[in-house]
């Protein structure tokens, strides 16, 4: 497949090396050694640390920084310069290493999402990183740091279309006339930086956050010690106390929410800005949270369990499983219906345990349950923060029921249906006999679902 036009005004990657034909080799943008560079002063400082300048006065100190950052900066250019990638065939290969040559294939058709991400420093230089995401993958494949945004984008949309999950391109035009623009995403829903402050005021890490910032002061002034560990220790329990309620936010800063064919995409991120790609025939589960602060406001929270996403994946930011950090109901019911059409949040079934589970359950059986809605199974659980659980029929692998020793002297038992995503949901303590009739459903209803997902 030949390369693409290089939009205007974007560095045109320099080709080498086409063997037997094939594609050239792409380079990433020059810049990309400068950027890795920067990344690794702030590490090589942390690394050095106060107690190092204390030691060795600033002068060695600024000479160890200059001769480190120096090094990193030289093996960031040699590593950039033998890096390369191209398109073959139905594969994307990454070629990498001077002593040791690796080259990494990845197959397309194994493709779920190609990711768009950009740091602080990208940012600042108008750059991108593109990160792939592939099935049975334990984490995110190759990403490309750093490319031009425009490049990244033209890249990304030539990966879709290899794989088969691009959009629809726009019809052409007769010679001499102007093609029609692209048709855009569909917008379903922004969320107001306004409603995201006050939802992490509205947490029990808020409330108490006065508390844990007046006990880390409290035992730094009792020290009497202004050391270097007395210092370092209160700003890292300080950062501690702090750092949860703030990555939240700025993870979630401008949240949009765009319909683009069978696809959502999620642009998210103030430092760090994120366009992520779920595809909805890969989502196995909606997850619908009421925190018990929000419910005063009618707020709730929208996650997604994604086929094709390691759950054990380091930086849990690149899991796709954003649908709404806040919204209120009406927002809730038609962001789900987005992804699971014909299903209404305010009308689904569900039943709670038998009398006798409150032996297990004395304050939460009134809180959980369990129904069979005409698409998804249904599971309620949680008594101060409510979580409701959506699995559609076709997602379920598997139908499992298991008793623990004191379900078994009560006749209870938990039904759980599994995923592929690994999760899944469950409708704990049912009735014995009641828990084979739902799991002999589930069964029959998901094997029905697969049938009718499958092409004519």
Known sequence: MPPGPVPPGAWNPAPWGPPGGEEPRQRLHPLSPALHGAKSLVVVIAGLS??????????????????FVLGATVLSVISWWNTGYHVVGRELRVHEGLLWRRTRAIPLERLQAVEVVRPLLAQLTGLAELRLEVVGGGKTEAPLAYLGV?????????????AGRAPAPAPTAAPGVPAPPAAAGRRLHAVRNQDLLVSQ???????????????VVAQFLSEGSW??????????????????????????WSFRL???????????????TR????????????????????????????????????AGEPD?????????????????????????PGVRLDALPGTPPPARARWL??????????????????????????????????????????QGPAQRRLRLATVHADTAGGAGAAAVDRDLGDAWALAAELTARARAARRADRPA
């Not at 106060?50 to 001769?67: C, D, E, K, N, P």
């Not at 425009?150 to 290899?162: G, I, P």
């Not at 005063?296 to 996650?303: D, F, I, Q, V, Y």
């Not at 690149?318 to 038609?334: I, K, Q, S, Y």
């Open 50 to 67: 106060w107690s190092t300048l204390s030691r060795v006065g600033f002068g060695w100190f600024a000479v160890l920084v200059a001769v």
């Open 150 to 162: 425009a490049e990244a984008s033209a890249l990304r949309q030539r990966l879709l279309a290899v």
């Open 201 to 215: 005021l509205l947490t029990p890490q808020a409330f108490l956050l006065p508390l844990g910032l007046a006990f």
């Open 227 to 252: 050391s270097f560990i007395a210092v370092a220790s209160t700003l890292t329990a300080m950062a501690g106390v702090l750092l949860q309620p703030i990555r939240r936010v700025l993870d979630d």
């Open 258 to 272: 765009d319909a683009e064919g069978d696809t959502l995409r999620v642009h998210n991120g103030l430092l760090e």
């Open 275 to 310: 366009v992520q790609t779920v595809p909805l025939h890969r989502v196995q589960t909606v997850g619908v949270t009421w925190p018990l602060l929000w419910r005063m406001k009618g707020w709730l929270r929208l996650r997604l369990e994604v086929a094709g996403y390691s």
């Open 316 to 340: 849990d930011r690149n899991r796709p499983d954003r649908l709404l950090p806040v919204g209120d109901a009406g927002t809730g019911e038609l962001v789900v219906a987005e992804v699971l």
């Open 361 to 402: 359950r004395p304050l939460s059986r009134a809180a959980v349950g369990a129904g069979l809605d005409e698409r998804v199974f249904v599971a309620r659980s949680g008594l101060l923060t409510r979580r409701l659980t959506l699995v559609p029929y076709a997602r379920i692998q598997s139908v499992r029921v298991t």
